[in-house]
């Protein structure tokens, strides 16, 4: 069965270029002009992943998500903004938007994103027997390794037996986002305009994270098994790597 796809934008040209970009992978994809339409669609079809833009007369990106976090948990969202330097990539983080990609964005980078938001959005539901059942529960803010470590997330802190590192929100907000997101690599002025707030220049990006890193790899010492799987990419930024547990 095809993957069902929302194009939420109020830009014609930018809609209909998404949905054809989207249908040549292979998607079922429809398109809608404004956030009020995006909400009325998600409650009365199936969506898997849905595509929206941040700033849109009316309804806005932002409230869309929070409106289909709500109808519709397992829709993966990608949120697109050609206005990178506002705080609205913390916001959207903290709606567990899947991913945040910065105007125009290539056709292979959204290719790219939608496989992944898919591939997620599976694992999730067979994580949970393969119902497609919507879960009362809240998103899970806990994450557990074999070897007991436990990463609270919500409580900002990490615990293994009697060890506990408790994490400022800065660093709460860094772990956040390489935990969530296994695999992927943030470039250094990804993770500031994510963590912080703020865009910085490529040059700049790196001297703003570092002692940031450097921090949370520090309270991380007592777990190994933790701090070995943040790594850093040569040139390009950070990734935190799963080995299957």
């Known amino acids: 069965m095809k993957s069902i796809i929302l194009v939420v934008d109020d ?12 249908r040549l992978e292979g998607y079922g994809v429809s398109a809608v002009p404004n956030g009020q339409a995006a909400v009325e669609y998600v409650r009365t079809h199936a969506v898997d992943l849905m595509v929206v833009d941040l700033r849109m007369p009316g309804m806005d990106g932002l409230e869309v998500i929070q409106v289909v976090n709500q109808t519709s948990p397992d829709t993966e969202v990608i949120l697109l903004t050609a206005y990178g330097s506002t705080e609205t990539a913390i916001q959207a983080l903290r709606l567990r938007v899947h991913d945040y990609l910065l105007k125009p964005a290539l056709p292979a980078q959204i290719v790219a994103s939608v496989k992944k938001g898919l591939a997620r959005r599976e694992a999730r539901i067979k994580g949970r027997g393969g119902s ?83 921090r949370l790899r520090h309270k991380l010492e007592e777990f190994p098994n933790l701090m070995n799987r943040i790594s850093s990419v040569r040139g390009t930024g950070y990734v935190y790597e799963e080995n299957g547990d």
Do not use: C, M, W
């Not at 074999?146 to 060890?163: E, Q």
């Not at 860094?174 to 865009?199: A, I, M, T, W």
């Open 11 to 22: 830009e014609p040209v930018a809609r209909q270029s998404l949905s054809d970009i989207l």
């Open 132 to 214: 497609g059942l919507t879960p009362s529960e809240e998103p899970v803010s806990e994450f557990r390794l074999k070897d007991g470590t436990v990463a609270d997330l919500s409580r900002r802190l990490i615990r293994k037996h009697k060890k506990v590192a408790h994490l400022t929100p800065a660093e709460g907000r860094l772990f956040r986002v390489l935990l969530e997101n296994p695999g992927k690599v943030f470039s250094h002025r990804d993770l500031v305009l994510l963590v912080q707030g703020y865009d910085t220049s490529p040059q700049e990006a790196p001297e703003v994270l570092r002692p940031l890193v450097s």
